[in-house]
T-cell receptor
Framework: AQKITQTQPGMFVQEKEAVTLDCTYD???????LFWYKQPSSGEMIFLIYQGSYDQQNATEGRYSLNFQKARKSANLVISASQLGDSAMYFC???????????????FGKGTLLTVNP | GAGVSQTPSNKVTEKGKYVELRCDPI?????LYWYRQSLGQGPEFLIY????????DSGLPNDRFFAVRPEGSVSTLKIQRTERGDSAVYLCASSLRPGSGRAASYNEQFFGPGTRLTVL
């Protein structure tokens, strides 16, 4: 079974600085996808970034980048130039296998609450 | 275009009552998912539909929970004999297809705003 671990219940960062949110995962499947979602206080889950297990390069989307270290089974999210609007819960999630079977449901971590200070 | 919508946004009910939660996915999305998010936790998978059929209902906690998607679009999550432990936010998500391929656009699940269920 897959497992996602987010060890930081809360993180603080100063506006305009960078912050790294940690995520480690456990799976026996060689093919999987890793996701980060943002959940503001309004409750909606907002997709941020995706990394496939076979992708050679780390994923980037604007101010978001994913530090993917496959051997360590970690997929940390880096947010550069933090903004006040980045304050939210951040969830790391995984989906295993592209070849069939359970290749759809996401397994989520417990999340990290990020607070950006002015 | 319109995103995933869920109604009601809030539902308060009494223990033992029956409730229905509705999800309207993005038009053209064949895959639909229900998740439950308890306070302080990440979402947990409940059930997945591909078209009209439930392809995987392994996350439903017990037989009081049931979901349908009769025409392959709108889905209803039904909870019988509600218990206080059922209180949570119920999230619905949809995607173009279940997840084959590596392109992010095929893998991304779009979430609705959720229904907050409170069982008194």
């Amino acid at each position: 079974a897959q497992k996602i671990t987010q060890t930081q219940p809360g993180m603080f960062v100063q506006e305009k600085e960078a912050v790294t949110l940690d995520c480690t995962y456990d799976t026996s499947d060689p093919s999987y996808g890793l996701f980060w979602y943002k959940q503001p206080s309004s409750g909606e889950m907002i997709f941020l970034i995706y990394q496939g297990s076979y992708d050679q390069q780390n994923a980037t989307e604007g101010r978001y980048s994913l530090n993917f270290q496959k051997a360590r089974k970690s997929a940390n999210l880096v947010i550069s130039a933090s903004q006040l609007g980045d304050s939210a819960m951040y969830f790391c999630a995984m989906r295993d296998t592209f070849s069939g079977g359970s290749n759809y449901k996401l397994t989520f971590g417990k999340g990290t609450l990020l607070t950006v200070n002015p | 275009g319109a995103g995933v919508s869920q109604t009601p946004s809030n539902k308060v009910t009494e223990k033992g009552k029956y409730v229905e939660l509705r999800c309207d996915p993005i038009s053209g999305h064949t895959a639909l998912y229900w998740y439950r998010q308890s306070l302080g936790q990440g979402p947990e998978f409940l059930i997945y539909f591909q078209g009209t059929g439930a392809a995987d209902d392994s996350g439903l906690p017990n037989d009081r929970f049931f979901a349908v998607r009769p025409e392959g679009s709108v889905s209803t999550l039904k909870i019988q004999r509600t218990e206080r432990g059922d209180s949570a936010v119920y999230l619905c998500a949809s995607s173009l297809r279940p997840g084959s391929g590596r392109a992010a656009s095929y893998n991304e699940q779009f979430f609705g705003p959720g229904t907050r269920l409170t069982v008194l």
